[in-house]
């Protein structure tokens, strides 16, 4: 389900980033891996060379009921999942591409977010606050543009900060490829490598800005 990154840096510096992993691919019985979470644990690997614990969440391995609410009650495993994220400092989307948009578990984590921004509009208040977004995205089809426009727009409605060159996604051929070939290939790839590289270094220099220099939060 979740899983850690040590980081390679000292303890008073550290920042947890959180990615919502939304693959519909399922681990247990053998199935395909994930090329998403393959970018993602790439992008994790660059959030730890600058002292970033990155936990990566696949809500595929969860019960994530259908709502707007936080908690729907018994079974929900949604409200574990947004406490993690609530202590996060870096909170990354990550999504496959599905007919031109994100993927139906990325929908489901935007719709379950949804109580988040309504109680920003009540109280002028975000409990995201000072948190930075980010975005992760793969597929063999066009629609990343899209993709990064539809949930950026939302990190930005619910209080989160979205920083500059804070996405990677990779379009191509996967034919054949292992979950290792396919690691190598994002390393080798200048243009994903470097959109990773850019992409961990602003987010953490968002978020330790961001630490140490809060954002003005509640009404006026």
């Not at 939304?22 to 730890?48: M, N, P, Q, W």
Request: hydrophobic share 35%.
């Amino acid at each position: 389900m979740a899983r850690t990154t040590k980081s390679l840096t000292p303890e008073r510096d550290k920042l947890k980033a959180i990615f919502l992993l939304a693959t519909l691919k399922h681990k247990r019985g053998g199935g395909e891996f994930s090329h998403t979470e393959v970018l993602s644990d790439f992008v994790a690997e660059c959030l730890r060379e600058h002292n970033v614990q990155s936990q990566i969440v696949r809500l595929v391995d969860y019960e994530i009921p259908p709502g707007t609410r936080s908690n729907m009650g018994k079974g929900d495993k949604w409200p574990g999942i947004l406490q993690k994220a609530l202590a996060s400092d870096i909170i990354i989307f990550a999504t496959p591409i599905w007919w031109g948009i994100q993927s139906s578990l990325m929908q489901r984590a935007i719709e379950r977010l949804d109580e988040l921004h309504t109680e920003l509009r009540a109280t002028g208040k975000s409990r995201l606050a000072n948190k930075v977004g980010g975005i992760v995205i793969t597929g063999e089809e066009d629609g990343e543009q899209h993709i990064t426009g539809n949930i950026a727009n939302f990190m930005l409605n619910i209080g989160v900060t979205v920083p500059p060159q804070c996405s990677v996604s990779y379009q191509g051929d996967y034919t054949r490829a292992t979950k290792s070939s396919l690691a190598q290939k994002f390393r080798e790839n200048k243009n994903t490598a470097k959109a990773a590289e850019t992409m961990a270094r602003n987010l953490s220099f968002f978020a330790r800005l961001l630490r140490e220099n809060n954002i003005p939060n509640g009404a006026s």
